[in-house]
C-alpha cells in the first residue's frame, strides 16, 4: 500500500495553487481545445505539428491540474507560529560568517520554494540547519557536497 503524502504549505502557498488551478481549467484547457479545434480543421493529423504540439499541451495542462489537485487534497497547511523561533512561515534575516555578507530568507514548504523570491524550504540546508534556533544563535549549514559553512540569525520575522 502506497505511504499517503502530505504537502506542508503555508496559506499562501495553498492561495497560489488554487489560484493556479482555477487558471488552469478555467483559461488554459478552454485555448488548448481551440489549437486542438483549429489543428484538426488543417486535415491529415498524422503530420500535423500543430496538433501534436496542442495534444502535448494538453497532456501537461490535465497533468499539472491534477498535480495541483493531489497537493491540495493532501495538503497540512503551517501557521506560522507567533513564537521567535525559526520555522516555516517566518522571514529569516541571517549573516554569512565568512563574508559578513547579510540575506534575508522566507522559509516555505519544498513546493513553495523559489530561491529567485529568496523562498527557500525548511528541507533544504540552510532551512533545515536554522530550523527551530532563535535570534543571535549561530548554526553551521553542510550542503549536499559537503561543504560546511556558519551563518548568524541575525533577525527573525
Known amino acids: 500500500m502506497a505511504v499517503k503524502q502530505t504537502f506542508q504549505l503555508t496559506q ?3 492561495d497560489n495553487l488554487k489560484q493556479e488551478l482555477s487558471y488552469l481549467k ?3 484547457r478552454g485555448e488548448n481545445l481551440e489549437a486542438l479545434k483549429e489543428a484538426r480543421a488543417q486535415g491529415d493529423l498524422s503530420e500535423n505539428a500543430d ?3 496542442a495534444r502535448n499541451e494538453q497532456a501537461r495542462i490535465e497533468a499539472r ?3 495541483i489537485e493531489n497537493i491540495i487534497k493532501n495538503v497540512k497547511i503551517i501557521k506560522t507560529t507567533s513564537e521567535d523561533i525559526v520555522n516555516i512561515g517566518k522571514t ?3 549573516k554569512f560568517l565568512a563574508t ?3 540575506k534575508e530568507f522566507y522559509l516555505v514548504g519544498s513546493i513553495e520554494a523559489d530561491p529567485k523570491l529568496r523562498k527557500i524550504s525548511i528541507e533544504s ?3 533545515r540547519a536554522m530550523l ?3 535570534e543571535g544563535d549561530i548554526v553551521e549549514v553542510k550542503t549536499e557536497t559537503g561543504r560546511i559553512f556558519s551563518i548568524e540569525i541575525v533577525e527573525i520575522n
Open 65 to 67: 491540474i491534477a498535480e
Open 132 to 134: 527551530n534556533k532563535n
Open 100 to 102: 559578513d555578507e547579510i
Open 125 to 127: 540546508p540552510i532551512g
Open 51 to 53: 496538433y501534436d504540439a
Open 26 to 28: 478555467d483559461v488554459k
Open 92 to 94: 529569516v534575516k541571517v
Open 12 to 14: 499562501e502557498g495553498v
